[in-house]
C-alpha cells in the first residue's frame, strides 16, 4: 500500500484550495457579461479583437480558447461570456492555490530551517499545511480579488501571473544552492514576461526577487546591500519598461523610417533589421557567457531570452489590427502607431517625481512628432504636445496635478485651502490623507477587517458611504456611528461585510512570527507587499473622485498580507504552547484561523455572487432595442458603450444598429473605423473625407475674430471646414480649416423627409423647415464636427440616436429637435419648444410614449432583478434611473391624455422591474407613486407608501440615535429630506385619498421625529 508523504500532503492541500476556490467561483460568477471593461474584453477574447491600450494579449488568446469551447457546446452565445468569466474563476483560484503553496514554504521554513526534512512529525506538518490552507483560502475570499475573479477581466489573470512568479521565486529561494535550482529563478522572469502580455503587475515583484536573491547568494546582509538588492529589483522594472516593453517598438518604429523612408522597401520591413539586431544582441550575450563561463550573465541571457519569447506575444495585437476587426481600438496597425498604444498616451501622464500643482499655468508646450501611413511611405501627421510650467509651478513627487475645474475644487477640499498656491505641505497632506489613508487603508480594511456598504466611497469624512467597518459594535461605534438603530436596509446590505477583525489580526500575528523567527524572510515580503500596495499608490496618483473604486489594483498587496494570514496559524500555536492542551495545540491554533477565510467567504457571498444577474447584458438589449432597424446611437461612457458592444458581437443583439461612442470620436482612427461595414450595420456617411480627419487636422476649428456671422446651412458649412482655408494662429501656428460662421442651419426637405420614413406622412405639417445649430464659442472641436458631420450625411438614411445617459453638452444644442423613444433621444424634423426639466436629459424634445410603452411591457429586460433577490452595485444604479425616468415620463404622458390605465401599466411594471428588495424606497420613489395617485389608483399606490413609511420610520429612529456630529456627517440632508418631503408628502397622499385611518397611522409614527427649526 503506497504511503503518502510530505510532499504528497503539500501538493493536496494546494490543489484542495484550488478546488474549493474554483467552485466557489463556478456558482458566483456572472452568466453573461459584466459592466465596465468586461463586455470590451470577453468580446475581444471571442473574436481576437483590438482591446483599449496597451492590449492584453494573452488574456485574449486564452480567453478566446475558453470561448471556443463554449461556442462547441451550446448554442447560448451567452455562454461565451460565461466561459470567459470562468477562465478568470480558474485563474484566481489557481492563485490562491500558489499563495496557499507559497505559504507552505514560508512556514516550513519558519519552523524547520533551510534543513532538508523529508517527513516532519505530524505537528509541523498540521501547521504547514494548514498555514498554506488558510492563507489560500483568505485569498481566495479577499473583496478585491473575488470582485475580478467572476467577471472577464484581466486583473484574475493577472493576479495568477504575479503569484506564479512569486511562488517560483521562492521555490527557488528555499531550495539548496545549486545551479540546477535556478532553472525557478528563470521561470520566474518568464512568467513575468508573459503576465506583460496581461498587466504589469508581475514585474513589481522584481525589487522583492532582488531581496530574497540577495539573501540566499550572500551570507552577510548589511542594510546598504539590502538597499542595494531592492534598487537592482526596481531598475530591472524600468529595464523591461524602457528596453523591451517600449524600448523594442521605439526601435522598431526608427527602423521602420529608415527602410520605409529611406530605402523605400514597404511598410513592416524594419522588422527585419529589428530581428538582426535582437539575435545579434543575444548571440554575443552567450557567447561572452560561455567564454567566460560566467553563470550569472548565463542566467541573465536565457532570462532575457524568455522575456522576449513571452514579449513577443504583442505581435498578435498589430497583426489582428492589421485584419481590421470591428472593435480596433487605436488601429495599432503599425510601429508608430503601436507606440502610443503601448505607452498609453490617449490617457495622459501623471507626474511621479517632479511635476505642476492643479493651479499652475504652463508657461510653453513641447511638442514630439508622429508618423503615420500617408500612401507608401510614413509621414508627421499629429505631435504629441506637453506643456511647459514655470520651475516654481513645479514640486518633489507631485500629487496634485490635475487641473480641471472639478478636481481643482475637490484638491481644496482635501488639503481645506480654499485659495492660494498649495505648499508642499499641502501635497503631503493629500498624499497622507486621500491617496494612503482613503484609497489604500480603507481598501486593506475592506479586506481584513470588513465593509460598511457597497456605495463609492467620495470623502473620508462622510460616514454614509464606503468606509471600512468590522461587526464589532464597540469599534464601529467610534470608527463611523451607533451602530444600535440601523435601519434593516443598512443592516441587510448584501455588500455589509463583517469580519470581527480576525484576518487582520491573524495577520499582524503572522507578520511578527515570521520578524522574529525569519527577519530576512519577512522582510523580502514586506518589500512585496509595500511596492504592491503603496507604490501602486504612488505610481497611480489617483486624483479624488475617480469613476469607481480602484481597490482591484491592489490585490498583490492583499494576497501578500494573506500569506501572513497563514502563518497566523503558527503564530496562534506558539501562544497555545503555554496553554496546557496536550496535543491539541496546533488543531486548536488551524481552527481558530481557519475561521478568519471561513468568515470571510460566507460574508462576501452573497455580495460577491452574479450567478442571476444579467444587468449589463439585458440593459444593454434595451438601448439597442430602443433603436428602429439600421440605426445609429451615440453613447457616452464605457457603461452605455462597452455592454452595447458585447451585446452585438457576441450575442449578435441588434448588429443592425451603430453604436457610435462620444468619448472616441475626437480621433481619426475611431472615425475611420465607421467608415466600414460593421457586422449588419453599413457604412457610415461623411463630407469630409479621411484626409480631413487625419491626425491633428481640424483637432479644432476657430472662426476668426473678424470672419463674417451670416446664417449657412450646414451641407454647405461641412463642405466650406472640409477644404482647405488656411488661418494663421498664435505663435504662427496655421490652421487648415477654420469656421466660415457660427451660424449653421440644417435645412429640411419635407419630401424627402416623408419619403425617407424619417418622418409618417401624418406628421407633414408639423414637420420644419430647418433645425439651427450654434457655435457659441466660436470653437468647434473634432468630435463636435464629427458628430455634426453624421448628422448631416446620414439623418435622411438612418434614424439617429443619443442615449440618455449622455451629458448634455454632447447633445450639440439639439434638445428641442429630439424625441425621447426609451433609453435614445431621436432627432427628429419636429421642434418642441419647452423642455420638461424635471425628467432632466430624457425631458428634452417630445416624447413617443406608445412606443415606450410597447418597449417597456414587451420588449425590455430586467436584468434578474423582477425574478432574483441580488446585490445591486452602485454602477448599476446610472442604468435604473435611465429606465426609471423614462416610464415616468411616458406615464405622466399617458396621464395627459386621458390614457390613466397605461400609465397604470407602466407603473405596475417599474415595481414590477426594480422591486423593493434590490432597491430600496427613498425620496426619488414620491414622483413614481404620485402617478398611481393621479391615476386614481391609490389601492395600488398604497403598498408601495407603506414600505416607504416603515423605511422613514426607521431611518428617522436611527438618525436620533446619532450625535449632532455624526448627524452632520453625511446624514443630515437626508433627514431633513425625510422630514421635509418625504414625510408630508405620504400624509398628503393619504389625505388626498380619503384614507383617514392611515393619515391617523402616520401622523402617530412620525410625531416623535418631528424637529423644529431643522437646519438646511
Same mark, same amino acid.
Request: proline share 5%.
Given at each position: 500500500?503506497?504511503?503518502?508523504?510530505?510532499?504528497?500532503?503539500?501538493?493536496?492541500?494546494?490543489?484542495?484550495?484550488?478546488?474549493?476556490?474554483?467552485?466557489?467561483?463556478?456558482?458566483?460568477?456572472?452568466?453573461?457579461?459584466?459592466?465596465?471593461?468586461?463586455?470590451?474584453?470577453?468580446?475581444?477574447?471571442?473574436?481576437?479583437?483590438?482591446?483599449?491600450?496597451?492590449?492584453?494579449? $494573452?488574456?485574449?488568446?486564452?480567453?478566446?480558447?475558453?470561448?471556443?469551447?463554449?461556442?462547441?457546446?451550446? &448554442?447560448?452565445?451567452?455562454?461565451?461570456?460565461?466561459?470567459?468569466?470562468?477562465?478568470?474563476?480558474?485563474?484566481?483560484?489557481?492563485?490562491?492555490?500558489?499563495?496557499?503553496?507559497?505559504?507552505?514554504?514560508? &512556514?516550513?521554513?519558519?519552523?524547520?530551517?533551510?534543513?532538508?526534512?523529508?517527513?516532519?512529525?505530524?505537528?509541523?506538518?498540521?501547521?504547514? $499545511?494548514?498555514?498554506?490552507?488558510?492563507?489560500?483560502?483568505?485569498?481566495?475570499?479577499?473583496?478585491?480579488?473575488?470582485?475580478?475573479?467572476?467577471?472577464?477581466?484581466?486583473?484574475?489573470?493577472?493576479?495568477?501571473?504575479?503569484?506564479?512568479?512569486?511562488?517560483? #521565486?521562492?521555490?527557488?529561494?528555499?531550495?539548496?544552492?545549486?545551479? =540546477?535550482?535556478?532553472?525557478?529563478?528563470?521561470?520566474?522572469?518568464?512568467?513575468?514576461?508573459?503576465?506583460?502580455?496581461?498587466?504589469?503587475?508581475?514585474?513589481?515583484?522584481?525589487?522583492?526577487?532582488?531581496?530574497?536573491?540577495?539573501?540566499?547568494?550572500?551570507?552577510?546582509?548589511?542594510?546598504?546591500?539590502?538597499?542595494?538588492?531592492?534598487?537592482?529589483?526596481?531598475?530591472?522594472?524600468?529595464?523591461?519598461?524602457?528596453?523591451?516593453?517600449?524600448?523594442?517598438?521605439?526601435?522598431?518604429?526608427?527602423?521602420?523610417?529608415?527602410?520605409?523612408?529611406?530605402?523605400?522597401?514597404?511598410?513592416?520591413?524594419?522588422?527585419?533589421? !529589428?530581428?538582426?539586431?535582437?539575435?545579434?544582441?543575444?548571440?554575443?550575450?552567450?557567447?561572452?557567457?560561455?567564454?567566460?563561463?560566467?553563470?550569472?550573465?548565463? #542566467?541573465?541571457?536565457? *532570462?532575457?531570452?524568455?522575456?522576449?519569447?513571452?514579449?513577443?506575444?504583442?505581435?498578435?495585437?498589430?497583426?489582428?489590427?492589421?485584419?481590421?476587426?470591428?472593435?480596433?481600438?487605436?488601429?495599432?496597425?503599425?510601429?508608430?502607431?503601436?507606440?502610443?498604444?503601448?505607452?498609453?498616451?490617449?490617457?495622459?501622464?501623471?507626474?511621479?517625481?517632479?511635476?505642476?500643482?492643479?493651479?499652475?499655468?504652463?508657461?510653453?508646450?513641447?511638442?514630439? @512628432?508622429?508618423?503615420?501611413?500617408?500612401?507608401?511611405?510614413?509621414?508627421?501627421?499629429?505631435?504629441?504636445?506637453?506643456?511647459?510650467?514655470?520651475? &516654481?509651478?513645479?514640486?518633489?513627487?507631485?500629487?496634485?496635478?490635475?487641473?480641471?475645474?472639478?478636481?481643482?475644487?475637490?484638491?481644496?477640499?482635501?488639503?481645506?485651502?480654499?485659495?492660494?498656491?498649495?505648499?508642499?505641505?499641502?501635497?503631503?497632506?493629500?498624499?497622507?490623507?486621500?491617496?494612503?489613508?482613503?484609497?489604500?487603508?480603507?481598501?486593506?480594511?475592506?479586506?481584513?477587517?470588513?465593509?460598511?456598504?457597497?456605495?463609492?466611497?467620495?470623502?473620508? %469624512?462622510?460616514?454614509?458611504?464606503?468606509? %471600512?467597518?468590522?461587526?464589532?459594535?464597540?469599534?464601529?461605534?467610534?470608527?463611523?456611528?451607533?451602530?444600535?438603530? !440601523?435601519?434593516?436596509?443598512?443592516?441587510?446590505?448584501?455588500?455589509?461585510?463583517?469580519?470581527?477583525?480576525?484576518?487582520?489580526?491573524?495577520?499582524?500575528?503572522?507578520?511578527?512570527?515570521?520578524?522574529?523567527?525569519?527577519?530576512?524572510?519577512?522582510?523580502?515580503?514586506?518589500?512585496?507587499?509595500?511596492?504592491?500596495? $503603496?507604490?501602486? +499608490?504612488?505610481?497611480?496618483?489617483?486624483?479624488? =473622485? @475617480?469613476?469607481?473604486?480602484?481597490?482591484?489594483?491592489?490585490?498583490?498587496?492583499?494576497?501578500?498580507?494573506?500569506? %501572513?494570514? *497563514?502563518? /497566523?496559524?503558527?503564530?496562534?500555536?506558539?501562544?497555545?504552547?503555554?496553554?496546557?492542551? *496536550?496535543?491539541?495545540?496546533?488543531?486548536?491554533?488551524?481552527?481558530?484561523?481557519?475561521?478568519?477565510?471561513?468568515?470571510?467567504?460566507?460574508?462576501?457571498?452573497?455580495?460577491?455572487?452574479?450567478?442571476?444577474?444579467?444587468?449589463?447584458?439585458?440593459?444593454?438589449?434595451?438601448?439597442?432595442?430602443?433603436?428602429?432597424?439600421?440605426?445609429?446611437?451615440?453613447?457616452?461612457?464605457?457603461?452605455?458603450?462597452?455592454?452595447?458592444?458585447?451585446?452585438?458581437?457576441?450575442?449578435?443583439?441588434?448588429?443592425?444598429?451603430?453604436?457610435?461612442?462620444?468619448?472616441?470620436?475626437?480621433?481619426?482612427?475611431?472615425?475611420?473605423?465607421?467608415?466600414?461595414?460593421?457586422?449588419?450595420?453599413?457604412?457610415?456617411?461623411?463630407?469630409?473625407?479621411?484626409?480631413?480627419?487625419?491626425?491633428?487636422?481640424?483637432?479644432?476649428?476657430? %472662426?476668426?475674430?473678424?470672419?463674417?456671422?451670416?446664417?449657412?446651412?450646414?451641407?454647405?458649412?461641412?463642405?466650406?471646414?472640409?477644404?482647405?482655408?488656411?488661418?494663421?494662429?498664435?505663435?504662427?501656428?496655421?490652421?487648415?480649416?477654420?469656421?466660415?460662421?457660427?451660424?449653421?442651419?440644417?435645412?429640411?426637405?419635407?419630401?424627402?423627409?416623408?419619403?425617407?420614413?424619417?418622418?409618417?406622412?401624418?406628421? =407633414?405639417?408639423?414637420?420644419?423647415?430647418?433645425?439651427?445649430?450654434?457655435?457659441?464659442?466660436?470653437?468647434?472641436?473634432?468630435?463636435?464636427?464629427?458628430?455634426?458631420?453624421?448628422?448631416?450625411?446620414?439623418?435622411?438614411?438612418?434614424?439617429?440616436?443619443?442615449?440618455?445617459?449622455?451629458?448634455?453638452?454632447?447633445?450639440?444644442?439639439?434638445?428641442?429637435?429630439?424625441?425621447?423613444?426609451?433609453?435614445?433621444?431621436?432627432?427628429?424634423?419636429?421642434?418642441?419648444?419647452?423642455?420638461?426639466?424635471?425628467? /432632466?436629459?430624457?425631458?428634452?424634445?417630445?416624447?413617443?410614449?406608445?412606443?415606450?410603452?410597447?418597449?417597456?411591457?414587451?420588449?425590455?429586460?430586467?436584468?434578474?432583478?423582477?425574478?432574483?433577490?441580488?446585490?445591486?452595485?452602485?454602477?448599476?444604479?446610472? &442604468?435604473?434611473?435611465?429606465?426609471?425616468?423614462?416610464? @415616468?415620463?411616458?406615464?405622466?404622458?399617458?396621464?395627459?391624455?386621458?390614457?390613466?390605465?397605461?400609465?397604470?401599466?407602466?407603473?405596475?411594471?417599474?415595481?414590477?422591474?426594480?422591486?423593493?428588495?434590490?432597491?430600496?424606497?427613498?425620496?426619488? +420613489?414620491?414622483?413614481?407613486?404620485?402617478?398611481?395617485?393621479?391615476?386614481?389608483?391609490?389601492?395600488?399606490?398604497?403598498?408601495?407608501?407603506? $414600505?416607504?413609511?416603515?423605511?422613514?420610520? @426607521?431611518?428617522?429612529?436611527?438618525?436620533?440615535?446619532?450625535?449632532?456630529?455624526?448627524?452632520?456627517?453625511?446624514?443630515?440632508?437626508?433627514?431633513?429630506?425625510?422630514?421635509?418631503?418625504?414625510?408630508?408628502?405620504?400624509?398628503?397622499?393619504?389625505?388626498?385619498?380619503?384614507?383617514?385611518?392611515?393619515?391617523?397611522?402616520?401622523?402617530?409614527?412620525?410625531?416623535?421625529?418631528?424637529?423644529?427649526?431643522?437646519?438646511?
Amino acid at each position: 500500500m503506497n504511503k503518502y508523504t510530505f510532499r504528497h500532503l503539500i501538493n493536496a492541500g494546494g490543489w484542495l484550495v484550488f478546488l474549493v476556490s474554483f467552485l466557489v467561483y463556478f456558482f458566483t460568477a456572472e452568466r453573461t457579461g459584466s459592466l465596465w471593461d468586461c463586455g470590451e474584453f470577453i468580446l475581444g477574447a471571442h473574436k481576437l479583437q483590438v482591446v483599449h491600450p496597451p492590449g492584453a494579449p $494573452i488574456f485574449l488568446i486564452i480567453g478566446r480558447l475558453f470561448a471556443w469551447v463554449a461556442d462547441i457546446l451550446s &448554442s447560448d452565445p451567452s455562454r461565451i461570456a460565461f466561459a470567459v468569466n470562468l477562465f478568470s474563476g480558474l485563474a484566481t483560484a489557481a492563485a490562491a492555490m500558489f499563495v496557499a503553496w507559497t505559504t507552505m514554504i514560508f &512556514s516550513k521554513l519558519a519552523l524547520l530551517g533551510r534543513e532538508k526534512v523529508d517527513e516532519p512529525n505530524f505537528t509541523n506538518q498540521l501547521l504547514i $499545511i494548514g498555514s498554506g490552507v488558510v492563507g489560500g483560502l483568505a485569498t481566495a475570499f479577499s473583496s478585491s480579488i473575488w470582485f475580478s475573479a467572476v467577471e472577464g477581466e484581466v486583473y484574475a489573470l493577472s493576479t495568477f501571473f504575479t503569484t506564479l512568479t512569486l511562488w517560483a #521565486t521562492i521555490k527557488w529561494y528555499s531550495l539548496p544552492d545549486e545551479d =540546477q535550482t535556478d532553472r525557478w529563478l528563470i521561470f520566474a522572469l518568464y512568467s513575468a514576461g508573459l503576465s506583460t502580455g496581461v498587466h504589469l503587475l508581475s514585474i513589481l515583484t522584481f525589487p522583492a526577487i532582488g531581496l530574497f536573491y540577495y539573501f540566499k547568494k550572500y551570507k552577510k546582509h548589511t542594510l546598504l546591500g539590502m538597499a542595494a538588492a531592492f534598487g537592482a529589483g526596481v531598475v530591472l522594472i524600468g529595464l523591461i519598461q524602457t528596453l523591451i516593453i517600449t524600448g523594442i517598438p521605439n526601435l522598431w518604429a526608427q527602423l521602420e523610417l529608415l527602410m520605409v523612408n529611406g530605402f523605400g522597401l514597404p511598410f513592416h520591413t524594419g522588422l527585419i533589421p !529589428l530581428f538582426l539586431i535582437i539575435g545579434a544582441v543575444l548571440y554575443f550575450g552567450f557567447r561572452y557567457a560561455h567564454q567566460h563561463q560566467n553563470a550569472l550573465v548565463q #542566467t541573465l541571457m536565457v *532570462g532575457m531570452s524568455l522575456l522576449l519569447i513571452s514579449y513577443s506575444v504583442i505581435g498578435v495585437v498589430v497583426i489582428r489590427a492589421n485584419a481590421g476587426p470591428p472593435i480596433n481600438m487605436n488601429a495599432p496597425t503599425d510601429a508608430h502607431r503601436l507606440l502610443p498604444y503601448l505607452n498609453r498616451d490617449q490617457y495622459g501622464e501623471r507626474a511621479l517625481l517632479k511635476g505642476p500643482h492643479f493651479d499652475a499655468q504652463a508657461v510653453g508646450v513641447e511638442s514630439s @512628432e508622429k508618423y503615420g501611413q500617408v500612401g507608401d511611405r510614413y509621414e508627421v501627421i499629429d505631435y504629441k504636445i506637453s506643456p511647459k510650467y514655470k520651475s &516654481s509651478d513645479e514640486s518633489f513627487f507631485p500629487r496634485m496635478g490635475h487641473s480641471d475645474s472639478q478636481r481643482k475644487q475637490l484638491y481644496r477640499i482635501w488639503i481645506n485651502k480654499k485659495s492660494g498656491n498649495p505648499t508642499m505641505g499641502d501635497n503631503l497632506a493629500f498624499f497622507w490623507k486621500y491617496q494612503i489613508k482613503f484609497m489604500y487603508w480603507r481598501y486593506f480594511m475592506w479586506n481584513f477587517a470588513g465593509k460598511q456598504n457597497g456605495d463609492q466611497g467620495v470623502f473620508a %469624512w462622510d460616514l454614509k458611504r464606503g468606509h %471600512w467597518q468590522s461587526g464589532i459594535p464597540a469599534v464601529d461605534n467610534v470608527l463611523l456611528y451607533n451602530q444600535r438603530e !440601523l435601519p434593516t436596509t443598512m443592516k441587510e446590505n448584501k455588500a455589509r461585510n463583517s469580519y470581527f477583525l480576525l484576518p487582520f489580526l491573524f495577520g499582524l500575528l503572522g507578520l511578527l512570527y515570521q520578524f522574529r523567527n525569519r527577519r530576512n524572510d519577512a522582510i523580502g515580503l514586506l518589500a512585496l507587499f509595500l511596492i504592491t500596495g $503603496i507604490g501602486i +499608490i504612488i505610481y497611480s496618483n489617483q486624483p479624488p =473622485q @475617480e469613476p469607481r473604486e480602484r481597490d482591484y489594483v491592489l490585490v498583490g498587496s492583499f494576497f501578500t498580507f494573506c500569506i %501572513w494570514m *497563514g502563518m /497566523g496559524v503558527i503564530g496562534v500555536y506558539r501562544l497555545l504552547q503555554k496553554v496546557p492542551m *496536550g496535543k491539541a495545540q496546533a488543531p486548536v491554533a488551524l481552527a481558530l484561523v481557519l475561521l478568519a477565510p471561513i468568515v470571510m467567504g460566507f460574508q462576501n457571498f452573497d455580495d460577491h455572487s452574479r450567478k442571476n444577474l444579467s444587468a449589463a447584458r439585458d440593459y444593454a438589449h434595451n438601448f439597442l432595442e430602443t433603436c428602429e432597424p439600421n440605426s445609429i446611437i451615440f453613447t457616452y461612457g464605457d457603461n452605455d458603450t462597452y455592454p452595447l458592444w458585447y451585446a452585438q458581437e457576441v450575442e449578435g443583439i441588434r448588429t443592425d444598429v451603430r453604436v457610435v461612442n462620444l468619448s472616441l470620436i475626437a480621433v481619426d482612427w475611431y472615425i475611420n473605423s465607421t467608415r466600414r461595414k460593421v457586422n449588419d450595420s453599413p457604412a457610415l456617411k461623411f463630407t469630409l473625407p479621411k484626409e480631413a480627419y487625419r491626425g491633428d487636422k481640424r483637432n479644432v476649428l476657430y %472662426w476668426p475674430p473678424n470672419g463674417g456671422n451670416q446664417t449657412m446651412s450646414l451641407a454647405a458649412g461641412m463642405k466650406y471646414m472640409g477644404e482647405r482655408h488656411p488661418l494663421r494662429g498664435n505663435g504662427g501656428r496655421e490652421f487648415e480649416s477654420h469656421l466660415p460662421t457660427k451660424n449653421f442651419v440644417f435645412n429640411i426637405d419635407k419630401n424627402r423627409a416623408i419619403q425617407s420614413g424619417w418622418a409618417d406622412p401624418s406628421e =407633414q405639417d408639423q414637420i420644419i423647415s430647418q433645425i439651427p445649430i450654434t457655435i457659441g464659442d466660436g470653437a468647434l472641436t473634432k468630435d463636435e464636427l464629427a458628430i455634426l458631420d453624421i448628422i448631416q450625411s446620414n439623418v435622411y438614411d438612418r434614424p439617429i440616436y443619443f442615449a440618455v445617459t449622455s451629458r448634455e453638452s454632447k447633445l450639440m444644442g439639439l434638445g428641442k429637435f429630439l424625441q425621447l423613444e426609451g433609453l435614445g433621444l431621436r432627432i427628429v424634423p419636429f421642434e418642441t419648444p419647452q423642455k420638461a426639466a424635471q425628467f /432632466g436629459i430624457h425631458g428634452n424634445g417630445g416624447i413617443d410614449a406608445d412606443k415606450i410603452y410597447e418597449l417597456v411591457m414587451n420588449k425590455f429586460k430586467w436584468g434578474g432583478f423582477d425574478k432574483h433577490d441580488v446585490f445591486v452595485t452602485s454602477s448599476i444604479i446610472p &442604468s435604473y434611473f435611465a429606465h426609471k425616468t423614462m416610464i @415616468e415620463r411616458a406615464a405622466y404622458t399617458f396621464l395627459q391624455r386621458g390614457e390613466s390605465q397605461r400609465a397604470v401599466d407602466l407603473v405596475d411594471k417599474f415595481f414590477e422591474a426594480f422591486p423593493h428588495m434590490n432597491f430600496p424606497y427613498d425620496a426619488k +420613489i414620491l414622483n413614481t407613486l404620485r402617478i398611481y395617485e393621479q391615476a386614481n389608483a391609490y389601492d395600488k399606490a398604497k403598498p408601495h407608501i407603506e $414600505i416607504l413609511a416603515d423605511e422613514m420610520e @426607521e431611518y428617522l429612529r436611527f438618525y436620533r440615535s446619532l450625535s449632532q456630529e455624526d448627524l452632520s456627517a453625511g446624514f443630515k440632508p437626508d433627514q431633513n429630506t425625510a422630514l421635509r418631503q418625504v414625510v408630508p408628502e405620504l400624509k398628503r397622499l393619504a389625505q388626498s385619498k380619503g384614507d383617514t385611518e392611515f393619515l391617523n397611522e402616520l401622523n402617530a409614527r412620525f410625531e416623535p421625529y418631528q424637529v423644529s427649526n431643522i437646519s438646511n
